[in-house]
């Protein structure tokens, strides 16, 4: 640190601390280099850095459901996940903005016996809503209540990884695992998990949790409205959360205009850059972990062929989808499904760029000139993705490939479409570990393998990486299997979106997380009014 | 004496077919006029769209969302596609979608509904309550049921709309059928002896089309509405294929900040809808037999 | 027995067999459909092993028929059933009945059912005697154009334009209709107001071409031209002659409209986000929680029922041939 950027931090604490003025500080950052638009945001952001409670804060979300509940194991949506993650639910451990785990209703948690046993300790005197006070036992039960035989929840396959979980008197908890994972706390920040306080063996559905909020009103699918709960042992800073149902994307927008709420997830992107001028707006712009990709079935004709595969992989112009479907907002994927700001993220070459030409003379070699496939679409796979598809088949086009486009129905895509028909598209959200993103949809046992990739060596590395407690050799580990998806497997990457989204310039914030939208989840305990 | 003659008879030579319509054409009021002008330039539209179209329906001839210009005269969809070419297509596509639909239905519902009328007893009993139970339960529901059931291809839309209107064509043809067949000339015909499908040919339909026409107008319209709101909610029209309904869908979020994109597929719609509806007021006017004073 | 009340008996049986038919349409289509409750909520997370849990938990691994028949018999005793939404829950104060889950969407539904009819009606009924007495004019001429211009533009198309203007750029009314049980009731009108106006853009034609139609059919009738020929003025004619007589099928277009203004507004709904029943509906069919979508299918085919049967009704009171039946 230069004396200058020392000076510099110290001169912004003084702002957020109230002890120095705009002026003084912006003559201070000008007399040592800086620009004074770079001053002023500076002088803005620090002015702003310090949380102050008070204010409603009202979001209009792209999600929602008439059949929502508070029952965790029915979340699926980004209206309900967060509820799960610091509104009405609190879970043991959270993502921080640099992508570590950290404790939140636990204390502290640690490995022993290499990574295949896992000891958390439980913060002391924390209550839930109903005033119950939070034990060891209710983090049991509800950790058995995701991955009991008669469990309906999808955290079942995230904790799959599970043998048995205890308590160890009334503020230890201690996870024995079927086999080494350093990653294993990873797990628990997933929004299925906040911890349910358990009554005579059973859980509380009803949305009693220990969270900052208290559920203060709930219409399904059209908006939930929260309280801060006074007794919270991390409060959040609004007094009152109102989360809106508002699924039309021109109407969110509208209201957003109107100043009926404060943010907006999911912004049309059509009309970003019209948006992005509207005064008081701070365009809300996270490069995730979240990617679109279109899922070859590799063990059904024609992508049983690598051939077919690869040339598939060059006959699509990535940079096109980018700049047509994402508006700019992602980055072309290079199918690695893991987003190059995560840890052990490795680039795999060749790069797949734009080359009919080699996909021609792939499909040549293979002897499947003039291919003729059909790509299933629709838009509840991602926004976008009839579009997407039209630009693939006119991409593939040069390469003498014939995408035949068929629009699928958005009502029952996932059950219907989705790993039924040879190749369709997709979307994964992000995980938070490595490990997370390359089991979850491409070991050989998941139950989502979605391209049915079934390839030896990337099945022996997956547990071996998990188990490793050394980076450096984690590190060759992940590269390698990466390597392997994007050489060999059907996953076809081809965009990592951003989270995009709009904000009052009112509202305030720190560090964003990538790992998910709305700041992770957790925008809403920690946001605050300016 | 000879040419006196031939004066006779051209005066008695009854007009022809074509003689009469033109005399019919010039008496129609401007409206109508100005119906069957826009009503031709639509089919004009829907016959050549591919010689007069620029570019091709489903062809990225530029980038995403240009304004208009020289090259795109009203400017560029959501992925490059030339607006102008894929309203023109959409001509053709909407139109020829939306004709097969109402001629569909009208084929079911107004056959059926006539010859329940005519025949009444227990078939037009059977009939009359399939068609309330049908029309008792939300159109654009019951559609997105049946299309999310058997497909999304053109032509499943196509017979699951027409199915479902047809009731509606069903109730207007049986009921205005059955009041003119009540009447006197109708038993005349069948004291007469007539057939059956003579008295329908000959008596009924010509007495009950009128309504049956205007309804074919505003039908016809619906057809495209109903498209639209359906693309609005999710399933439309298999893309490339250009739909007006479908395209006003596409870029509805740019109303929101008054950019005219998806005014130019809504105005297509709302001038077709006002032409069609001219021509058929001045039919209903012809055939009312009202003498209007003015 | 008087005719009117022999037509409301007769009507309201067949009501309760219609209601029967819509019920099992719904329900084998709900079956039809591919998917079921577990995969709709789960989406893309769904397992085979979480899809069976939750089958189990809400009974529906039983045969289609037995849980048709069970549902029947509970609409006859009164119970609508609960919804599959937190049904299979542990704890029984989870469980939502179907009447709490729609009692609330209905009012909405009927409140803006009504704000809508009461500004719709009027205006279409005064503009259809106007063009009907001013026929070929152009005042008709543009009402005409105008009113059809506003019927075919997709309602979102016109609820978008107005939104802009009225909730965007002038503030005039809210851009959202988010209402519920505690909106005081000038809030909850100033709320549903623009949903209202595109609503009655959207059917004011189809009641003003009717109302102006059925009077001019009257008009070349003899006791009309008996009418104008004892010098009565033009709107003397249409109000005291013309428009008794055309009543009928006035009626029948405004209760035509009135039911769509009930079944048909999804669209509406969506854009407004207004809580009402056919939003409902929708979301309950691509749930498949059938209970749901069963009740909200019944209530429209009541209220489509009922309207008819007071179209009918009107009819017959107006017409004195019907009325005093010899």
Same mark, same amino acid.
């Given at each position: 640190?230069?004396?200058?950027?020392?000076?510099?931090?110290?001169?912004?604490? *003084?702002?957020?601390?109230?002890?120095?003025?705009?002026?003084?500080?912006?003559?201070?950052?000008?007399?040592?280099?800086?620009?004074?638009?770079?001053?002023?945001?500076? @002088?803005?952001?620090?002015?702003?850095?310090?949380?102050?409670?008070?204010?409603?804060?009202?979001?209009?979300?792209?999600?929602?459901?008439?059949?929502?509940?508070?029952?965790?194991?029915?979340?699926?949506?980004?209206?309900?996940?967060?509820?799960?993650?610091?509104?009405?639910?609190?879970?043991?451990?959270?993502?921080?903005?640099?992508?570590?785990?950290?404790?939140?209703?636990?204390?502290?948690?640690?490995?022993?016996?290499?990574?295949?046993?896992?000891?958390?300790?439980?913060?002391?005197?924390?209550?839930?809503?109903?005033?119950?006070?939070?034990?060891?036992? $209710?983090?049991?039960?509800?950790?058995?209540?995701?991955?009991?035989?008669?469990?309906?929840?999808?955290?079942?396959?995230?904790?799959?990884?599970?043998?048995?979980?205890?308590?160890?008197?009334?503020?230890?908890?201690?996870?024995?695992?079927?086999?080494?994972?350093?990653?294993?706390?990873?797990?628990?920040?997933?929004?299925?998990?906040?911890?349910?306080? &358990?009554? $005579?063996?059973?859980?509380?559905?009803?949305?009693?949790?220990?969270?900052?909020?208290?559920?203060?009103?709930?219409?399904?699918?059209?908006?939930?409205?929260?309280?801060?709960?006074?007794?919270?042992?991390?409060?959040?800073?609004?007094?009152?959360?109102?989360?809106?149902?508002?699924?039309?994307?021109?109407?969110?927008?509208?209201?957003?205009?109107?100043?009926?709420?404060?943010?907006?997830?999911? =912004?049309?992107?059509?009309?970003?850059?019209?948006?992005?001028?509207?005064?008081?707006?701070?365009?809300?712009?996270?490069?995730?972990?979240?990617?679109?990709?279109?899922?070859?079935?590799?063990?059904? =004709?024609?992508?049983?062929?690598?051939?077919?595969?690869?040339?598939?992989?060059?006959?699509?112009?990535?940079?096109?989808?980018?700049?047509?479907?994402?508006?700019?907002?992602?980055?072309?994927?290079?199918?690695?499904?893991?987003?190059?700001?995560?840890?052990? #993220?490795?680039?795999?070459?060749?790069?797949?760029?734009? $080359?009919?030409?080699?996909?021609?003379?792939?499909?040549?070699?293979?002897?499947?000139?003039?291919?003729?496939?059909?790509?299933? *679409?629709?838009?509840?796979?991602?926004?976008?993705?009839?579009?997407?598809?039209?630009?693939?088949?006119?991409?593939?086009?040069?390469?003498?490939?014939? !995408?035949?486009?068929?629009?699928?129905?958005?009502?029952?895509?996932?059950?219907?479409?989705?790993?039924?028909?040879?190749?369709?598209?997709?979307?994964?959200?992000?995980?938070?570990?490595?490990?997370?993103?390359?089991?979850?949809?491409?070991?050989?046992?998941?139950?989502?393998?979605?391209?049915?990739?079934?390839?030896?060596?990337?099945?022996?590395?997956?547990?071996?990486? /998990?188990?490793?407690?050394?980076?450096?050799?984690?590190?060759?580990?992940? #590269?390698?299997?990466?390597?392997?998806?994007?050489?060999?497997?059907?996953?076809?990457?081809?965009?990592?979106?951003?989270?995009?989204?709009?904000?009052?310039?009112?509202?305030?914030?720190?560090?964003?997380?990538?790992?998910?939208?709305?700041?992770?989840?957790?925008?809403?305990?920690?946001?605050?009014?300016? | 004496?000879?040419?006196?003659?031939?004066?006779?008879?051209?005066?008695?030579?009854?007009?022809?077919?074509?003689?009469?319509?033109?005399?019919?054409?010039?008496?129609?009021?401007?409206? =109508?006029?100005?119906?069957?002008?826009?009503?031709?330039?639509?089919?004009?539209?829907?016959?050549? *769209?591919?010689?007069?179209?620029?570019?091709?329906? =489903?062809?990225?001839?530029?980038?995403?969302?240009?304004?208009?210009?020289?090259?795109?005269?009203?400017?560029?969809?959501? !992925?490059?596609?030339?607006?102008?070419?894929?309203?023109?297509?959409?001509?053709?596509?909407?139109?020829?979608?939306? @004709?097969?639909?109402?001629?569909?239905? @009208?084929?079911?519902?107004?056959?059926?509904?006539?010859?329940?009328?005519?025949?009444?007893?227990?078939?037009?009993?059977?009939?009359?309550?399939?068609? $309330?139970?049908?029309?008792?339960?939300?159109?654009?529901?019951?559609?997105?049921?049946?299309?999310?059931?058997?497909?999304?291809?053109?032509?499943?839309?196509?017979? &699951?709309?027409?199915?479902?209107?047809?009731? /509606?064509?069903?109730?207007?043809?049986?009921?205005?059928?059955?009041?003119?067949?009540?009447?006197?000339?109708?038993? #005349?015909?069948?004291?007469?002896?007539?057939?059956?499908?003579?008295?329908?040919?000959?008596?009924?339909?010509?007495?009950?089309?009128?309504?049956?026409?205007?309804?074919?107008?505003? /039908?016809?319209?619906?057809?495209?509405?109903?498209?639209? #709101?359906?693309?609005?909610?999710?399933?439309?029209?298999?893309?490339?294929?250009?739909?007006?309904?479908?395209?006003?869908?596409?870029?509805?979020?740019?109303?929101?900040?008054?950019?005219?994109?998806?005014?130019?597929?809504?105005?297509?719609?709302?001038?077709?809808?006002?032409?069609?509806?001219?021509?058929?007021?001045?039919?209903?006017?012809?055939?009312?037999?009202?003498?209007?004073?003015? | 027995?008087?005719?009117?009340?022999?037509?409301?008996?007769?009507?309201?049986?067949?009501?309760?067999?219609?209601?029967?038919?819509?019920?099992?349409?719904?329900?084998?289509?709900?079956?039809?459909?591919?998917?079921?409750?577990?995969?709709?909520?789960?989406?893309?997370?769904?397992?085979?092993?979480?899809?069976?849990?939750?089958?189990?938990?809400?009974?529906?691994?039983?045969?289609?028929?037995?849980?048709?028949?069970?549902?029947?018999?509970?609409?006859?005793?009164?119970?609508?059933?609960?919804?599959?939404?937190?049904?299979?829950?542990?704890?029984?104060?989870?469980?939502?009945?179907?009447?709490?889950?729609?009692?609330?969407?209905? %009012?909405?539904?009927?409140?803006?059912?009504?704000?809508?009819?009461?500004?719709?009606?009027?205006?279409?009924?005064?503009?259809?005697?106007?063009?009907?007495?001013?026929?070929?004019?152009?005042?008709?001429?543009?009402?005409?154009?105008?009113?059809?211009?506003?019927?075919?533009?997709?309602? @979102?198309?016109?609820?978008?334009?107005?939104?802009?203007?009225?909730?965007?750029?002038?503030?005039?009314?809210?851009?959202?209709?988010?209402?519920?049980?505690?909106?005081?009731?000038?809030?909850?009108?100033?709320?549903?107001?623009?949903?209202?106006?595109?609503?009655?853009?959207?059917?004011?034609?189809?009641?003003?071409?009717?109302?102006?139609?059925?009077?001019?059919?009257?008009?070349?009738?003899?006791?009309?031209?008996?009418?104008?020929?004892?010098?009565?003025?033009?709107?003397?004619?249409?109000?005291?002659?013309?428009?008794?007589?055309?009543?009928?099928?006035?009626?029948?277009?405004?209760?035509?409209?009135?039911?769509?203004?009930?079944?048909?507004?999804?669209?509406?709904?969506?854009?407004?986000?207004?809580?009402?029943?056919?939003?409902?509906?929708?979301?309950?069919?691509?749930?498949?929680?059938?209970?749901?979508?069963?009740?909200? *299918?019944?209530?429209?085919?009541?209220? %489509? &029922?009922?309207?008819?049967?007071?179209?009918?009704?009107?009819?017959?009171?107006?017409?004195?041939?019907?009325?005093?039946?010899?």
């Amino acid at each position: 640190m230069t004396e200058f950027e020392f000076k510099l931090e110290q001169a912004k604490s *003084a702002v957020t601390r109230g002890k120095l003025s705009r002026r003084d500080f912006m003559t201070f950052a000008v007399a040592g280099g800086l620009s004074i638009a770079a001053a002023n945001s500076l @002088f803005i952001r620090a002015a702003r850095a310090q949380a102050k409670p008070g204010g409603h804060f009202r979001v209009g979300l792209g999600h929602g459901n008439t059949t929502d509940t508070f029952d965790p194991a029915t979340w699926a949506h980004g209206m309900n996940f967060a509820w799960g993650k610091g509104l009405t639910g609190a879970p043991l451990v959270r993502v921080d903005p640099k992508g570590g785990c950290v404790p939140y209703l636990a204390e502290s948690f640690e490995p022993s016996d290499g990574a295949k046993k896992w000891v958390f300790k439980i913060r002391s005197g924390v209550t839930f809503h109903n005033g119950k006070t939070l034990t060891a036992d $209710d983090v049991v039960g509800t950790v058995n209540y995701h991955i009991g035989p008669d469990s309906k929840s999808p955290g079942k396959a995230y904790l799959a990884g599970v043998a048995s979980v205890k308590a160890d008197g009334a503020d230890t908890v201690i996870f024995e695992l079927k086999g080494a994972d350093a990653d294993f706390p990873y797990n628990l920040t997933n929004y299925q998990f906040p911890i349910l306080s &358990i009554v $005579d063996g059973k859980p509380d559905l009803s949305g009693n949790g220990a969270g900052p909020y208290v559920l203060d009103g709930f219409e399904p699918g059209v908006k939930v409205h929260f309280k801060r709960n006074p007794n919270a042992f991390a409060p959040g800073n609004f007094d009152e959360v109102t989360q809106l149902s508002i699924l039309d994307p021109a109407a969110r927008t509208n209201a957003f205009l109107a100043g009926e709420v404060d943010f907006i997830d999911r =912004a049309d992107l059509k009309t970003i850059d019209l948006l992005k001028s509207a005064p008081g707006t701070e365009i809300y712009n996270v490069s995730g972990y979240q990617y679109y990709n279109a899922p070859m079935l590799t063990d059904v =004709a024609p992508f049983d062929k690598l051939e077919v595969r690869q040339a598939l992989k060059w006959a699509i112009n990535r940079q096109d989808l980018v700049d047509k479907v994402l508006f700019g907002y992602g980055k072309p994927g290079n199918d690695s499904p893991i987003a190059s700001a995560m840890k052990f #993220a490795f680039n795999p070459e060749p790069v797949y760029g734009y $080359d009919p030409d080699k996909a021609k003379s792939l499909l040549k070699q293979a002897g499947m000139e003039n291919l003729k496939v059909d790509l299933s *679409a629709a838009d509840a796979a991602f926004a976008g993705s009839v579009d997407c598809a039209l630009l693939m088949a006119e991409h593939a086009k040069a390469a003498g490939i014939e !995408i035949n486009v068929i629009r699928e129905p958005n009502d029952g895509y996932w059950d219907n479409v989705w790993i039924k028909k040879p190749w369709s598209h997709c979307y994964w959200g992000g995980r938070p570990t490595a490990d997370a993103m390359l089991t979850v949809s491409l070991a050989a046992d998941a139950a989502w393998n979605d391209t049915r990739w079934k390839n030896p060596r990337f099945n022996e590395l997956l547990p071996l990486a /998990r188990a490793e407690t050394d980076d450096a050799k984690r590190t060759a580990m992940y #590269a390698e299997m990466q390597q392997l998806v994007h050489d060999d497997g059907g996953q076809m990457v081809l965009m990592f979106s951003n989270y995009v989204g709009a904000l009052s310039t009112k509202v305030a914030h720190g560090d964003l997380n990538a790992d998910n939208d709305h700041d992770g989840g957790y925008m809403y305990d920690r946001w605050w009014f300016a | 004496m000879t040419t006196e003659h031939v004066d006779i008879r051209a005066i008695r030579s009854r007009r022809t077919f074509g003689q009469n319509a033109w005399r019919l054409l010039k008496s129609a009021p401007f409206t =109508a006029k100005f119906g069957m002008a826009v009503i031709a330039f639509y089919i004009f539209c829907a016959i050549f *769209a591919p010689v007069i179209t620029p570019y091709g329906e =489903a062809e990225i001839a530029g980038k995403a969302y240009q304004l208009s210009s020289w090259d795109h005269w009203f400017g560029t969809d959501q !992925i490059g596609r030339d607006t102008l070419s894929r309203v023109i297509y959409g001509a053709r596509n909407t139109i020829g979608i939306a @004709f097969l639909t109402v001629c569909i239905s @009208f084929a079911i519902g107004g056959v059926l509904g006539i010859y329940a009328s005519v025949t009444r007893g227990v078939l037009d009993q059977i009939l009359s309550r399939i068609v $309330d139970v049908l029309m008792s339960i939300p159109v654009l529901i019951f559609a997105l049921m049946l299309l999310t059931m058997f497909g999304k291809s053109i032509w499943s839309l196509i017979f &699951i709309l027409a199915v479902l209107d047809s009731t /509606r064509v069903f109730r207007l043809a049986r009921n205005t059928a059955l009041s003119v067949a009540v009447q006197d000339f109708v038993e #005349a015909a069948r004291l007469r002896g007539e057939k059956l499908p003579w008295i329908v040919l000959r008596e009924i339909v010509p007495n009950i089309l009128p309504p049956l026409i205007a309804e074919f107008g505003l /039908r016809f319209c619906f057809v495209f509405l109903t498209i639209s #709101a359906l693309s609005f909610l999710g399933v439309g029209i298999q893309p490339p294929t250009a739909d007006w309904g479908s395209m006003v869908a596409e870029s509805k979020t740019l109303i929101t900040f008054g950019r005219p994109q998806p005014l130019i597929p809504a105005a297509a719609i709302a001038l077709l809808t006002v032409a069609v509806n001219f021509v058929v007021d001045w039919f209903l006017h012809k055939t009312s037999g009202l003498r209007d004073e003015k | 027995m008087h005719p009117v009340l022999r037509t409301v008996l007769q009507r309201l049986g067949l009501g309760v067999l219609t209601l029967l038919a819509v019920s099992v349409i719904i329900f084998s289509s709900l079956e039809l459909l591919p998917g079921g409750f577990a995969e709709a909520i789960l989406g893309q997370s769904a397992t085979p092993e979480t899809v069976a849990a939750f089958n189990k938990s809400l009974g529906l691994d039983r045969p289609a028929t037995t849980r048709y028949v069970e549902w029947v018999t509970g609409v006859f005793t009164g119970d609508l059933g609960k919804s599959f939404a937190g049904a299979g829950g542990w704890r029984s104060d989870n469980v939502r009945t179907v009447t709490s889950i729609i009692g609330p969407r209905l %009012y909405n539904t009927f409140f803006l059912a009504a704000l809508t009819a009461i500004i719709a009606v009027p205006i279409a009924l005064a503009l259809g005697l106007l063009t009907a007495l001013y026929r070929n004019s152009w005042f008709d001429r543009v009402c005409n154009a105008l009113t059809l211009t506003t019927i075919a533009s997709p309602e @979102f198309f016109v609820a978008y334009i107005l939104m802009f203007f009225f909730a965007v750029k002038l503030k005039i009314f809210y851009p959202l209709s988010t209402v519920n049980a505690d909106t005081p009731f000038l809030e909850h009108v100033s709320r549903a107001m623009l949903p209202a106006i595109t609503l009655t853009l959207v059917i004011i034609a189809h009641m003003m071409r009717m109302t102006r139609a059925s009077i001019i059919a009257l008009l070349s009738s003899p006791y009309i031209e008996m009418a104008k020929l004892k010098g009565l003025t033009g709107r003397q004619v249409i109000l005291n002659h013309a428009l008794p007589n055309a009543w009928a099928p006035i009626a029948t277009v405004i209760a035509f409209n009135l039911a769509y203004l009930v079944v048909g507004v999804v669209v509406v709904e969506v854009v407004f986000v207004y809580p009402g029943i056919g939003q409902l509906m929708v979301d309950s069919v691509s749930s498949r929680d059938m209970p749901v979508a069963q009740a909200c *299918a019944l209530i429209f085919a009541a209220t %489509y &029922i009922l309207l008819n049967l007071l179209a009918d009704i009107v009819a017959i009171v107006t017409n004195p041939r019907l009325l005093h039946p010899k």
